[in-house]
């Protein structure tokens, strides 16, 4: 029985110990993932809240122009991290060396670049100081000057210390950022970056130069341009002009002081552009500079030409206008009622506006053909020809208006009350009349003013055809027969040429028979005792009476 018991109690223990065998690596293997999963967490709640000290999500944020939880990733990571690790260890722990080798591999790879990470992290993290702490300066010393409020106001853009700032800021992030690479041995992205960053410092200079330039450019721009102003408003320019009535509303100084800032500062940018090397840049800019420096002089001529041209004619149209006040010529169109159709607006008025706006057409024109604007100057001659025929016309309608007021009269002064409606009717026609003269000399179309005078012309004719065709029918028939019965008549009488005295029949020429029904004689026969006087047919002289003889028909 002791033996059955002694027996019985090893043999549980040896169960025992086979069971604790069995599961000891695995509840190993579970404390060891369980203590793992606990560090995890722990390092990772650890790691964001760090990241959360130092407002890393801000900072990204406000450099990035994005808002990316950078915390939350950074977390995750080196949970996961962390927590491969002790399954790698609790995969060891049942030796299942098959599975958990890759991982084991892989985490040692990681392991090995941490320190990588980490001075690389420091390197960034150092270039992210200095290029901030870089920044700040930059921008505050910038902010002192008025560079912001002389450019950046004026234009209505991002103040230029900021943009500047910024440019040097991520300059700084750029040098640091092949040290990372290198530091990484991220060998494909550093050769492409590294040449960047080389090409980048090697322009360094150049950049300096053309900023150099583009400054001294702008002090000079800035000093030529108060000389100018200075200049103009010493000599008087402003009321000169105001007195003939240019730049009334602006400052004719300031207008020329700003376009010698502008030359001054687009050559000072060519300039600064062939110093960085911008070919595609500076050429067509070069070549536009050159445009305009050739184009000066002309626009300066242009502009000379029409200043002139417009004090000359407002000098001469006053004067115009003073020597027709002075005549009377403003009373005219009241002589010839004419000035209800002009209001309260005088000739002399209308002449004056005429000769300056003809003068200031032919002074654009000069002027569109010294800057080589051909198109404008054409189409300013085709106008200023169509301007005179229409002159030409409104003066045939003014005389030919007038003319017809004053037949018109005349026709109504009749005795008669039908005299009233022939002077309008007679008005009406030689307004008619004058109208299409006055459309065709402007020329305004000739086609249709002809056809419709033609027209209106053949409708009278056509008119006064069936009115008398008619209406006057009987009165034309009485006439007709008249006319016929007398030429009748007429013809049934002998003539008395026929019976007159015998001439030579040599120096007669002999009249054709005009009718089959009376014999006209060929010849004349002259008396010989009744010779003619002169003797044209060889007669002696004596007054003889040559009165044709009476027929027997007649009574002597």
Known sequence: ???????????????????????????????????????????????????????????????????????????????????????????????????????????????????????????????????????????????????????????????????????????????????????????????????????????????????????????????VRGIVEGLVNSVGLQQQAQKIGLFKQSNIGRVLGSFVFALVIITALIVAFEALGIETISQPATSMLNEIMYAIPNIIAAGLILIIAYVVSRFVANLVQDILSGTGVDDVPAKFDLQRFLGTTKISQVVAVLIVFFTMLFAISEAANRLGFDQISNLITIFIAFGANILLGAVILVIGFWLANVVANVVQRGEYNSSRWLGNLVRVLIMGLVLAMGLRAMGIADSIVNLAFGLTLGAVAVAFALAFGLGGRQPAERVLTDLIDKAKKEGNQPNPVAK???????????????????????????????????????????????SPPQSDDQPK
């Open 1 to 223: 029985m002791n033996d059955f018991l002694g027996n019985g109690s090893s043999r549980a223990h040896y169960d025992l110990m086979y069971y604790w065998d069995i599961f000891q690596p695995i509840i190993a293997a579970i404390a060891v993932f369980i203590v793992g999963w606990i560090l995890a967490l722990v390092i990772a709640a650890g790691i964001k809240k760090l990241l959360s000290a130092i407002g890393t999500n801000h900072r990204l944020s406000t450099a990035t122009g994005k808002t990316p939880d950078f915390e939350r990733i950074v977390s995750k990571f080196v949970f996961w991290f962390v927590l491969v690790i002790a399954l790698i260890a609790a995969l060891n722990v049942l030796n299942i060396y098959s599975v958990s080798g890759p991982f084991s591999a892989m985490v040692t790879q990681v392991l090995v670049f941490v320190p990588n990470i980490i001075a690389a992290a420091v390197v960034g993290l150092v270039g992210w100081i200095i290029a901030r702490l870089v920044r700040a300066g930059i921008s505050n010393v910038l902010a002192r000057t008025q560079l912001d409020e002389r450019l950046s106001s004026e234009v209505g853009v991002r103040p230029l210390s900021e943009n500047i700032a910024d440019i040097i800021y991520w300059l700084i992030l750029l040098l640091f950022l092949p040290i990372v690479l290198s530091i990484l041995g991220l060998n494909g992205l550093l050769i492409p970056v590294q040449n960047m960053v080389n090409d980048a410092v090697g322009y360094l200079p150049n950049i300096f130069i053309a900023g150099v330039i583009i400054f001294v450019g702008y002090i000079l721009a800035k000093i």
């Open 500 to 546: 007159t005295a015998d001439v030579d029949t040599s120096l007669v020429p002999k009249p054709v028979s005009s009718s089959s029904d009376h014999d006209v004689p060929t010849s004349f026969d002259v008396d010989p005792q009744n010779k003619p006087l002169n003797n044209p047919y060889g007669s002696k002289g004596e007054g003889d009476d040559i």
